[in-house]
């Protein structure tokens, strides 16, 4: 197979599933906040393509701006630079949980929970640039479309557009953002779908009415016996996440007996993590995890929880709520959905204890 990625994806490091790779989510346990870049997920619809940023050019233009410009790559380093520290996570994140947990496959690539990953990203305020583009008061939907071949495309509102956490982005976790991860720019709409981040941006279109791509009309749709088509999308398009949790530690898990600290991660598209609960019977009963460092709005933050485990298997089941009250449904109330994305469920990770030898 052609490389599909740059960057170098070590076995104890990476799951591959086709053009992408997911973080094995064990390998996080020992990281800081932020996600190393090297051990950052990579989903990519095709292969990461070659941009030589001395020729690359940003267009801004269509029928909702005045004014439209074009940027070269010094000129968009020049601008005003803020950061934004958020999490990234694909739709499908967890997809094989529907298969694993519910019984009922979907389809698409086979992620477990590693399709996820915290960066601090640098970049120039998209509400800046159409600013400078003059935006009209019609605008409608702003489509960022990126360099790799075939195209890909997505549109955002453009009240989200102008949130001051969506950024252009050139940066990631202080270092030019990598090939795999969109050089020369990419979009960073935090709390949104993964697929909303369109990497190697080269156009963005500020249009006057719903724009519909492939990307939200027969993919990242929700469809499935509980949805309905939206014409001219087949199911309910995606925009927002939903409140997750996950354990760093490899499917299925083994510890030893006697006590041990478990640790993991916790977010929401919508704000800071208010608690974290745990539970060793399955969801019978919780007790509250402690936060653990930076918890920062639609970021997340890492939790830890003690446990002494009698020998056999067990699950820990945990499950996040955030500053709104959202929360985690249990696994009877998961909705399935014909392609598996947002699976949000509380998940029974299943650990195997062993005596220490
Ligand atoms: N141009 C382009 N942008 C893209 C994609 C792509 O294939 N092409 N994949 C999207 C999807 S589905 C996800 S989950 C994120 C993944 O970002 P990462 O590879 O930097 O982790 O990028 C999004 N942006
Ligand atoms: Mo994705």
């Known amino acids: 197979m052609t490389e599909t990625i740059r960057k170098t994806l070590p076995d104890h490091l990476f799951i591959r599933h086709d053009t992408n790779a997911e973080t094995r989510i064990e390998t996080l346990a020992d990281a800081g906040y932020l996600t190393p870049t090297c051990l950052f997920f990579v989903r990519n619809n095709s292969a990461t393509p070659t941009i030589d940023a001395a020729v690359w050019?940003?267009?801004?233009?269509?029928?909702?701006?005045?004014?439209?410009?074009?940027?070269?790559?010094?000129?968009?380093l020049s601008l005003p630079r803020k950061t934004v520290t958020c999490f990234l996570e694909c739709a499908g994140n967890g997809r094989t949980l529907y298969d694993?947990?519910?019984?009922?496959p979907a389809s698409g690539t086979r992620w477990g929970l590693?399709?996820?990953?915290?960066?601090?990203?640098?970049?120039?305020?998209?509400?800046?640039?159409?600013?400078?583009?003059?935006l009209r008061p019609t605008a409608v939907d702003v489509l960022v479309s990126g360099l790799d071949t075939p195209v890909i495309e997505r549109p955002i509102p453009v009240d989200v557009a102008l949130r001051p956490d969506t950024l252009i982005a050139t940066h990631m976790n202080g270092e030019p953002l990598?090939?795999?991860?969109?050089?020369?720019?990419?979009?960073?709409?935090?709390?949104?779908i993964g697929m909303a981040n369109i990497k190697w941006v080269g156009a963005i279109t500020v249009a006057e009415?719903?724009?519909?791509?492939?990307?939200?009309?027969?993919?990242?749709?929700?469809?499935?016996?509980g949805y309905a088509a939206e014409p001219p999308a087949m199911g309910e398009p995606l925009d927002d996440l939903v409140v997750k949790s996950a354990l760093f530690l490899p499917w299925p898990a083994e510890l030893s007996t006697g006590h041990q600290t478990v640790r993991g991660y916790a977010w929401s598209p919508f704000g800071t993590i208010a608690r974290m609960d745990v539970s060793l019977d399955g969801g019978a009963t919780?007790?509250?995890?402690?936060?653990?460092?930076?918890?920062?709005?639609?970021?997340?933050?890492?939790w830890e929880f003690d446990l002494d485990l009698p020998p056999g298997d067990h699950t820990i089941t945990a499950?996040?709520?955030?500053?709104?009250?959202?929360?985690?449904?249990?696994?009877?109330?998961?909705?399935?959905?014909?392609?598996?994305?947002?699976?949000?469920?509380?998940?029974?990770h299943p650990v195997q204890v062993r005596h220490a030898i």
Do not use: C
Not at 61 to 74: I, K, N, Q, S
Not at 117 to 123: F, H, L
Not at 319 to 348: C, I, K, R
């Open 209 to 225: 009415e719903h724009v519909w791509v492939e990307k939200n009309t027969t993919d990242y749709v929700l469809m499935g016996p």
């Open 100 to 104: 694993k947990l519910l019984g009922r």
């Open 286 to 302: 919780f007790a509250p995890a402690r936060l653990v460092g930076p918890n920062l709005p639609k970021a997340g933050t890492r």
């Open 57 to 76: 050019e940003l267009r801004i233009g269509g029928p909702g701006v005045a004014r439209p410009f074009t940027l070269t790559y010094d000129e968009l």
């Open 319 to 348: 499950t996040a709520t955030d500053e709104h009250g959202n929360t985690q449904h249990t696994l009877s109330e998961q909705v399935w959905n014909e392609l598996g994305y947002l699976f949000g469920a509380m998940v029974p």
């Open 114 to 134: 590693g399709a996820f990953g915290v960066a601090e990203w640098g970049g120039v305020a998209l509400d800046d640039l159409l600013a400078r583009a003059g």
């Open 178 to 192: 990598p090939p795999d991860h969109g050089f020369p720019a990419r979009l960073i709409v935090p709390g949104r």
